[in-house]
Every structure is written in structure tokens, then in C-alpha cells.
């Protein structure tokens, strides 16, 4: 079964920190992606990456950076943690579209953060 | 840029009758993938049904199937027989071939007993 595990679930920051984000796929894919989950809001975009060290922004990267140095590991960076980064952030990981049959895409189970 | 749209934020269908979901999209490109998603309170997202842009034919998954309407640019979720664990929030997504995957706001769906 591919996993995407996301290190952490839970966590809480205080404004002004340094957040790290980490998500692990175990299946050799190409793709990988961040988004952010709001109420009304659906998924949206903030990071994406094709390749390693390749990167592309979705729609909303402000506030955000990523870093992918090894295929399998994709993270995502808050600089300066603010209260509206508030939200369930999630990973997910796919092949290249047309590379293979039966492309999908997994996600991980989510990790909420706080920021207070 | 590609987008998805899901205009019914919320719907609802007794127990054992049919519902359908709406999405439609935007795009330029002639390949790329739909998807319909499920998403139950354990925020555990789950592939309900795939459809491949270049097949005519409907995707069908048991009780779920789609009505693909590549020119209208439409990709509706039909859920027969609906159960109470189908109660969920269902995302429409689209995967092109700038290997970006944008997804619509969202339905939620709850089933009466």
C-alpha cells in the first residue's frame, strides 16, 4: 500500500515561529503537493513539486516555502507563523500524470496547526 | 489557469434513493484526469472514482458513477442506493498536464435514515 505519512497531527505554535511541516511518500513518486483545508474554502493549492529541488507555486504560496532535497520527502516551511496560518494542512503524493496507468493520488491524514 | 467548481455546497438524499453531484472545470487541455474524492470526519481522503479525459466511456465504481460531459467541461457524481456511511464531503478534482491537482470547495452530503 503507498503511504504518505505527515510526522505530525497536532501541533501548536506561538506567532513569529519557525514552522516545519514534513510529509514522506513511500511509493517513489514523482509529484507532490501541499494544501491547506479551510471551511468553505475547500482545498487549496499553496506548493508543488515535479521533481526534486523543483518546485512550483499553487495558489496561495504567500507566507510559504517548501523543500524537496530527496524524492520522497517534501516539506513544508512557515517562516514567521501568523494567526491566519491557522488551518489543516495537507500532503499528498502522485506519479507523473501519464507516465503510468492508473494514476492516483494518496494523501496523508492531515496535520492541524495552530498558531496562537 | 485550471479551476473547479462544485456549486452545491451542501446536499442531502434519504437513505437508499439516488443523489447526483456537480463540477464543472476549465481547461485548455485536451488530456488530464477527474477525480471525485470523499472525505469523512476522520479527514481521511478516499478515491471514490477516476475518470481518464480521453476515454468516452463513463467511470463506474459499484454504486457510484459519473456522467462525463468532456465538451460541456461537466463531471457529475451519481451515488445509487445511498447508505449512511456515504455521508461525507465530496471534492472534485482535476489533474492536468502541468502535473498541477486543483481541487473544487467542496460538498457536503448527508444521508437521512
Known amino acids: 500500500d503507498v503511504k504518505v505519512t505527515q510526522s505530525s497531527r497536532y501541533l501548536v505554535k506561538r506567532t513569529g515561529e519557525k514552522v516545519f511541516l514534513e510529509c514522506v511518500q513511500d511509493?517513489?513518486?514523482?509529484?507532490m503537493f501541499w494544501y491547506r483545508q479551510d471551511p468553505g474554502l475547500g482545498l487549496r493549492l499553496i506548493y508543488f513539486?515535479?521533481?526534486?529541488?523543483?518546485?512550483e507555486k499553487g495558489d496561495i504560496p504567500e507566507g510559504y516555502s517548501v523543500s524537496r532535497e530527496k524524492k520522497e520527502r517534501f516539506s513544508l516551511i512557515l517562516e514567521s507563523a501568523s494567526t491566519n496560518q491557522t488551518s489543516m494542512y495537507l500532503c499528498a503524493s502522485s506519479p507523473d500524470l501519464f507516465s503510468r496507468s492508473g494514476n492516483t493520488i494518496y494523501f496523508g491524514e492531515g496535520s492541524w496547526l495552530t498558531v496562537v | 489557469a485550471q479551476t473547479v467548481t462544485q456549486s452545491q455546497p451542501e446536499m442531502s438524499v434519504q437513505e437508499a434513493e439516488t443523489v447526483t453531484l456537480s463540477c464543472t472545470y476549465d481547461?485548455?487541455?485536451?488530456?488530464?484526469?477527474l477525480f471525485w474524492y470523499k472525505q469523512p470526519p476522520s479527514r481521511q481522503m478516499i478515491l471514490v472514482i477516476r475518470q481518464e479525459a480521453y476515454k468516452q466511456q463513463n467511470a463506474t465504481e459499484n454504486r457510484f458513477s459519473v456522467n462525463f460531459q468532456k465538451a460541456a467541461k461537466s463531471f457529475s457524481l451519481k451515488i445509487s442506493d445511498s447508505q449512511l456511511g456515504d455521508a461525507a464531503m465530496y471534492f472534485c478534482a482535476y489533474h492536468g498536464g502541468s502535473e498541477k491537482l486543483v481541487f473544487g470547495k467542496g460538498t457536503k452530503l448527508t444521508v437521512n435514515p
Open positions: 481547461t485548455s487541455e485536451s488530456d488530464y484526469y
Open positions: 513539486s515535479y521533481d526534486v529541488k523543483m518546485k
Open positions: 511509493m517513489d513518486h514523482e509529484n
